[in-house]
């Protein structure tokens, strides 16, 4: 009896031991597996912000260029529009037409009128007070 005590009792040591080397080496698999998942994850993500820095920079650059451009296309069209608006210059394209003429003036609205039917005291549809 002692013998097949002694034989069971060192089956359940072997699946003990076995059991707890199994885990141990799954887990420093594991373990390497989630380090080198790691260091990718975080060599991407460096470069994701270098992209998005290089993106920046360059759209910072084109931003002040569109505000040169700008600056410069304004500064023509009113160096233009002074140049072809000036009263002089429409005088001298236009001799016969007195430079009062050229001007533009407000139309005037003499024939606004109201309604005829328009009676000019209020209708007293919006009083508080009801009228009985």
Do not use: C, W
Request: aromatic share 8%; glycine share 8%; hydrophobic share 30%.
């Amino acid at each position: 009896m002692t013998t097949e005590f002694t034989m069971i009792l060192f089956v359940l040591i072997g699946l003990i031991v076995g059991f707890v080397a199994g885990r141990s080496t799954s887990r420093a698999g594991d373990a390497a597996k989630l380090h080198k998942e790691l260091t990718k994850t975080r060599k991407e993500f460096e470069q994701y912000k270098r992209d998005v820095q290089d993106h920046f920079i360059g759209f910072s650059g084109l931003m002040e260029q569109l505000g040169t451009q700008y600056q410069r296309m304004s500064q023509h069209m009113s160096e233009q529009s002074e140049k072809l608006t000036n009263s002089q210059t429409i005088y001298s394209i236009q001799p016969d037409v007195p430079a009062e003429e050229t001007e533009q003036t407000a139309p005037v609205n003499e024939g606004v009128h109201q309604p005829r039917d328009y009676s000019g005291e209020p209708s007293g549809l919006l009083n508080d007070h009801k009228s009985s």
